[in-house]
């Protein structure tokens, strides 16, 4: 299928709008996503020393981000459903890119915390808001194609935190940031004008590949086993960033402080996950058109559980690194699977309530890395990555078998 329907609007051809355009869109939001985050990620150190903040005061002013973040998700699900996924991800966007511009007109901890809810919540918002949007198109095309989105996002990220690299010795916050704000305007303006013009696309007709057909389960059951399916692909979520959260904070610490190496290999050991994971997500829509949904997941879910054992006990570098590598191959397309099922089940909420779930798996990991670290040491703390990427493999094995196992997919799920 190469086009979606006609925006209903007079076009100088009368064409529909092709899906392309509405997919580099759909990409360029995510990209944006990960570019903006990165950017003001690498300018934290430079922020704290302009609000004169200790190391408690900043880690309370950075919950800002997370609390914005959570409590805005299931909130952006129920605005989606009024108002249509694609004008409120060019709205939030566009909050995104202004708010990034705030942090360094700050000069406390408070304020800091303050204009990092607003940035927390422009995140969390456009995060459910794409991934809705993406889900829609996905539908309608009849392919797997969330992967690519999300390694936009990955490749967002690395230039993101590449830009700032090269900056952040020349520039100050301000004026760096400033760029961010700019650019991420530009992108909305020229991404987002395509989004407004497209239609909301409808689902295309024939089988799911998991074998569950919408419908064939009615009333209260099939909307509890909705809603137990939605938790289950949260948890899912949970796990796999819970364990991409902890490698951001803890992989090359793992490096630097068990193997005792210097801070060009710890630096190369996370570049290595990150790499990884962005050309796995590159490949994840012909990975999921040749196994299908669940194959992927479970696979992926039990080569990060191995790569990751590997990586936290192996005594050679080489073999960390590889472990590395194996824990990004696997955990980059459990993500957008588990997204895209609970978005096909549960429309912009389900998606919502998979997002929110994640995320939470991204604030759990690196804290509870820190407690297990003092209790038990590094190496055992992260292994508790690979126990969770396998928990996720066992779930998705267990929803496949609840879905096609006569239960079906049911009805979506109501707002809560």
């Known amino acids: 299928m190469d086009q979606l329907l006609d925006t209903g609007r007079p076009g ?3 064409s529909p709008l092709p899906v392309a355009r509405l997919r580099w869109a759909i990409s360029l939001f995510f990209a944006l996503d990960g570019f903006v985050f990165a950017g003001w990620v690498v300018r934290i150190p430079a922020i704290k020393e302009q609000v004169d903040a200790s190391a408690g005061a900043l880690g309370l002013a950075l919950l800002g981000v997370s609390v914005g973040s959570v409590t805005t998700m299931l909130l952006t699900g129920r605005l989606c459903r009024r108002y249509g996924n694609h004008p409120v991800t060019v709205v939030t966007a566009a909050m995104l890119s202004l708010s990034v511009a705030l942090p360094p007109l700050t000069h406390s901890a408070l304020q800091l915390g303050l204009v990092l809810l607003l940035f927390g919540a422009a995140y969390g918002g456009l995060n459910v808001a794409f991934n809705a949007a993406a889900v829609d198109l996905a539908e309608a095309i009849r ?5 690519s989105f999300h390694a936009a996002f990955s490749a967002g990220g690395l230039a993101g935190a590449g830009l700032g690299g090269i900056l952040a010795p020349h520039l100050d916050p301000q004026p760096h940031l400033l760029i961010l704000t700019a650019i991420g305007l530009v992108v909305t303006a020229c991404a987002g004008r395509v989004l407004l013009r497209a239609p909301v696309p409808t689902p295309g007709s024939g089988p799911r590949d ?41 992989g090359s610490l793992h490096l630097s402080v068990d193997l005792h190496t ?34 992927v997941l479970v696979t992926g879910g039990v080569l990060a559980a191995v790569g990751m054992l590997v990586g936290a006990l192996a005594p050679q570098l080489w073999l960390v690194f590889l472990g590395y590598a ?9 993500f957008p699977v588990a997204v895209g099922s609970a978005g096909a089940l549960g429309g912009p909420q389900g998606v919502a309530v998979a997002s929110t779930l994640g995320y939470s798996g991204i604030l759990l990991g690196p804290p509870s890395i820190g407690f297990l670290t003092e209790a038990f040491g590094l190496p055992r703390a992260l292994t508790t990555i690979a126990a969770l990427a396998a928990l996720a493999a066992l779930l998705g094995h267990l929803v496949h078998r609840g879905r096609t196992g006569g239960l079906g997919a049911g009805p979506a799920a109501p707002t809560p």
Request: with cysteine; proline share 4%.
């Open 262 to 295: 210097g801070a060009g290999a710890a630096a190369a050991g996370y570049a290595v996950f990150a790499l990884t994971m962005t050309v796995s997500r590159m490949s994840g829509t012909w990975l999921l058109e040749r196994w299908g949904d669940t194959p």
């Open 143 to 147: 392919r797997p194609i969330l992967p």
């Open 326 to 334: 194996l824990t990004g191959l696997g955990l980059a397309n459990v």
């Open 12 to 14: 100088p051809a009368g």
């Open 210 to 250: 998991d074998g569950a057909h919408a419908g064939e389960a009615k009333g209260r059951t099939a909307r509890g086993r909705a809603r137990l399916f939605l938790t289950v692909y949260g948890l899912i979520t949970l796990c796999t960033a819970y364990g991409e959260g902890a490698m951001a904070d803890w």
